[in-house]
């Protein structure tokens, strides 16, 4: 299983980047994908979440800031970050989840978002 998660970057206070999550070694649709993050010091947090069936959540720090998004004919899972904040700065890590109750947990690598004011 891999899941390759991309677009990170240095970006303006105000500004947007683009993640994207390409998952390959698992049956893409029928896991719930999610983005995390994790600041130096803080513990990993949900940021967002897309179930097998489109439906999302998101922390509430992000909302109305944040959009996740999934194709699964790509098996690649997105997240557009707009108005970027520099609390938003983070390794962005994604996950994949098998949608069932004892579902297996996956993790990528991460990507660094840096976020200058």
């Known amino acids: 299983v891999q899941l390759q998660a991309s677009g990170g970057g240095l970006v303006q206070a105000g500004g947007s980047l683009r993640l994207s999550c390409a998952a390959s070694g698992i049956i893409f649709r029928g896991h719930d994908m999610g983005w995390y993050r994790q600041a130096p010091g803080n513990q990993r947090d949900m940021v967002a979440l897309?179930?097998?069936?489109?439906?999302?959540n998101y922390a509430d720090s992000v909302k109305g800031r944040f959009t996740i998004s999934r194709d699964n004919a790509k098996n690649t899972v997105y997240l557009q970050m707009n108005s970027l904040k520099l609390e938003d700065a983070a390794v962005y890590y994604c996950?994949?989840?098998?949608?069932?109750?004892?579902?297996?947990?996956?993790w990528g690598k991460g990507t660094q978002v840096t976020v200058s004011s």
């Open positions: 897309i179930t097998t069936g489109g439906s999302t």
């Open positions: 996950n994949a989840k098998y949608a069932s109750p004892s579902g297996t947990n996956y």
